[in-house]
């Protein structure tokens, strides 16, 4: 629903963000300035937005980046939250087609 919302706000169109053209990349930094903006005005908008309507005994939250999105977990579910760290070489990341991009 929030990724719906930045699209709208920005008039991008989806399917032109799935592939893997030029049009994806001319986006990426205002769609990262957006997320940076709704995080510094408010620091749990994407968490709960993420469990909006979840009505689910146990939840998987994947690629949480930020420590203040743990933090939120953590405060608004208290001791039921569990953290793992799942780590992998960069070899192996690199077998899985991950390039890194210096953003």
């Known amino acids: ?11 991008l169109d989806f399917q032109r963000l799935l592939d893997a053209s030029a049009y994806k990349e001319r ?5 990262i300035r957006w997320g940076e903006e709704k995080r510094r005005a408010d620091p ?3 968490c709960r937005a993420a469990v909006q309507g979840a009505t689910q005994p146990v939840w998987v939250v994947s690629d949480t980046r930020r420590l203040s999105d743990v933090e ?6 208290g001791a ?24």
Do not use: C, I, P
């Open 44 to 46: 749990g908008f994407f």
């Open 72 to 77: 939120w977990f953590q405060a608004v579910y």
């Open 1 to 11: 629903a929030l990724f719906n919302l930045s699209l709208q706000e920005h008039g």
């Open 80 to 103: 039921v939250v569990q953290t793992v760290r799942v780590v992998a070489s960069e070899e192996t990341r690199k077998r899985r087609n991950w390039v890194f991009v210096a953003g």
């Open 27 to 31: 986006f990426r930094q205002d769609m």
